[in-house]
């Protein structure tokens, strides 16, 4: 092809985008993150772990009589509740949980063949040309989540998130 050739079909396709070969759409995997919270609730690495050492710690505050440092695991340990509660009824924030396997990030994203994964709350706005993928299950998977916990991320789908705003700070919810 000559240069002038060349050069006219750039022109031509910078003119007539219609005779541009086809691409295929942008894929991006969003996921639910209330799925990946429940999923990571109920693994080994879950809250129990966590809660447990909160214990383990502030028995041992306790049987040394350090009154500061039982208030603070106190502390602690609620707003740790406070934080799963918005992971888990709302839309909070779940990096931290999908640092804890951003090793198997890669895979999920080539079997399902999408550029990027986020969290379908925090994508207010895809042209129409990007399609988006659900890989919330696949994400769940990877905390080892139990056919239970498959059954209750189904079901979250028809029911909206508690508004971020709305969900109280009481740990007791």
């Not at 079909?9 to 209330?34: E, K, N, T, W, Y």
């Not at 809660?51 to 040394?64: C, L, P, V």
Request: proline letters at 8%.
């Amino acid at each position: 092809m000559s240069k002038f050739s060349a050069r006219m079909f750039v022109l031509a396709v910078l003119c007539f985008p219609a005779l541009a070969p086809a691409q295929a759409p942008c894929r991006i995997g969003v996921f639910d993150s209330r799925a990946v919270a429940i999923a990571w609730a109920q693994s080994k690495n879950g809250p129990t772990a966590q809660f447990r050492q909160f214990r383990a710690d502030y028995d041992q505050a306790k049987q040394e009589k350090d009154e500061k440092l039982m208030k603070e695991l106190e502390q602690q340990a609620e707003w740790a509740q406070i934080r799963l509660h918005q992971m888990a009824f709302s839309t909070g924030p779940v990096g931290d949980l999908l640092a804890i396997v951003k090793d198997k990030l890669p895979g999920i994203a080539r079997q399902e063949r999408v550029l990027a994964i986020v969290s379908k709350w925090e994508c207010p706005y895809t042209d129409p040309k990007v399609e988006l993928v659900d890989v919330t299950l696949a994400l769940a998977k990877l905390f080892d989540a139990s056919d239970d916990v498959a059954k209750t991320i189904e079901d979250m789908k028809t029911q909206p998130p508690v508004p971020f705003a709305e969900l109280p700070l009481d740990p007791r919810m």
